[in-house]
C-alpha cells in the first residue's frame, strides 16, 4: 500500500477542487491510500472531502504549508500530488527534499516555476501544454463524475419562468461577463427569451436579465444549469473550463469564444464558438440556437455523450495511478 499525499490551496468548490475529488472517489484503494492537506480560508466543500480521503489536514490560511514535512513522516507518504500551478512554490521544493513529487497544473502562468523540483507535470488541455517549459508535462484532461449530476431544484426555486427559452451564464471575474450583458440587451425586445447569470460581480451595467449574485452551493449550481435551455458563456483564457463540462452533464449547448481550450479542447462537438470578443458573430450563433430546437438538442446531446466518454473519471484515475508507479519505481 502506498501513501499518497495530495495538496491544495483552498477546499473551496472549483474546477480543480471538484477534478481531485472525483480522481480520488475512481482510485484503487487496494494499491493507494489518499491524504489531503490545504488551507482554511473556505471550507464549503470540507465535507465531500473528508467522504473520500483517509485524513484531511487543515492548516490555517495563509500558513503556505508550514509543517507540511512532519505530515510527510506522521502519514508515511510515498508521493506528493501537488497541485497548486502557476508560479515558483517553495512548499513544493521543500517537499520534493521528502518525497517525489507530481504537479497537476490548470494553467501555468509564470516563468519561475518547480520544474526542477517535481518528476512529472499534468495538464488538461493542449493549450496548458503549449504554455509549458520542459519535457515534464503529460495531457490528462479533467474527470467528470457525470452520473453525480442529478438536479434537485426547479425553475421556480430560482424565480425562472416556466414559459420561456432560458438563456444563462455561470460568470466569472472576468471583463466578458459585460458581453452577456451587451447581448441579452439586443434581445430585449423579445418576451419569449428569458436571460440569466450568477456571478459574484456586482458591477455589471443593468440590463435585461437576472442577475444571481448570492453564493450558491453546487447542489443549486447544478439545478441553476440544468434550468437552461442555452449555455451562453463569453470568456477568456480558459485553461480547460469544467464549467463546460458541467453544461454538457445537464445536456445543454454551449456558446462560447474561440479562445485558449474553449473550442480546441472542451466544448468540442458540444456546442458552438465565434472568435474572440466578436459579439455580432455570437448573437448570430445565439439566433440560430432560438430558432432551432433540434440543433439545441444536436449539441447539448453530442457534448453529453463526448463528456461521457472522454471525461470518464475512472480512465482517467488508472492514467494517474500508472503514473505514480512510474514515479514510484524509480524511487
Known amino acids: 500500500m502506498k501513501n499518497i499525499l495530495i495538496t491544495i490551496d483552498t477546499f473551496y468548490y472549483g474546477g480543480t477542487q471538484q477534478s481531485i475529488i472525483d480522481k480520488v472517489k ?25 467522504e473520500v ?39 513544493i521544493k521543500r517537499i520534493s527534499k521528502k518525497v517525489p513529487v507530481l504537479q497537476e497544473i490548470m494553467c501555468p502562468r509564470s516563468d519561475e516555476h518547480n520544474y526542477d523540483d517535481v518528476k512529472v507535470v499534468t495538464v488538461p488541455s493542449v493549450f496548458s501544454y503549449g504554455l509549458l517549459k520542459g519535457d515534464k508535462g503529460k495531457i490528462i484532461e479533467h474527470p467528470l463524475d457525470i452520473d453525480s449530476y442529478i438536479p434537485k431544484y426547479d425553475k421556480k426555486y430560482f ?37 440569466v447569470i450568477k456571478t459574484s460581480r456586482k458591477d455589471l ?57 474553449a473550442s480546441r479542447d472542451t466544448i468540442g462537438n458540444g456546442g458552438l464558438t465565434v472568435p474572440y470578443r466578436n459579439k455580432k458573430k455570437m448573437i448570430k450563433a445565439l439566433e440560430w440556437f432560438i430558432e432551432d430546437d ?21 480512465k482517467i484515475a488508472e492514467e494517474y495511478e500508472k ?7 524509480q524511487n
Open 323 to 329: 503514473i505514480y508507479r512510474q514515479i514510484l519505481a
Open 53 to 91: 480521503f483517509s485524513e484531511v489536514i487543515i492548516l490555517k490560511d495563509g500558513a503556505n504549508f508550514e509543517g507540511i514535512e512532519k505530515v510527510i513522516d506522521k502519514f508515511n507518504i510515498d508521493l506528493a500530488h501537488v497541485t497548486e500551478s502557476g508560479r515558483y512554490y517553495d512548499h
Open 26 to 50: 475512481n482510485f484503487d484503494k487496494r494499491e493507494f491510500t489518499f491524504f489531503a492537506i490545504g488551507h482554511d480560508r473556505c471550507l464549503d466543500m470540507i465535507s465531500e472531502w473528508r
Open 205 to 261: 451595467p443593468q440590463g435585461n436579465y437576472l442577475l444571481i449574485n448570492e453564493f450558491i452551493t453546487q447542489e443549486e449550481k447544478i439545478s441553476l444549469m440544468n434550468c437552461f435551455d442555452i449555455f451562453l458563456y463569453p470568456t477568456h483564457f480558459e485553461a480547460y473550463g469544467v464549467v463546460f463540462l458541467e453544461a454538457n452533464a445537464m445536456k445543454k449547448p454551449i456558446l462560447s469564444y474561440d479562445d485558449s481550450s
Open 294 to 314: 433540434e440543433i439545441r438538442r444536436y449539441y447539448g446531446e453530442t457534448g453529453f455523450l463526448q463528456v461521457k466518454s472522454r471525461n470518464n473519471p475512472k
Open 159 to 195: 424565480n425562472l419562468p416556466e414559459d420561456k427559452l432560458i438563456i444563462g451564464s455561470l460568470g466569472n471575474a472576468h471583463d466578458e461577463n459585460e458581453d452577456f450583458v451587451d447581448i441579452a440587451n439586443q434581445f430585449k425586445d423579445n418576451e419569449d427569451l428569458f436571460f
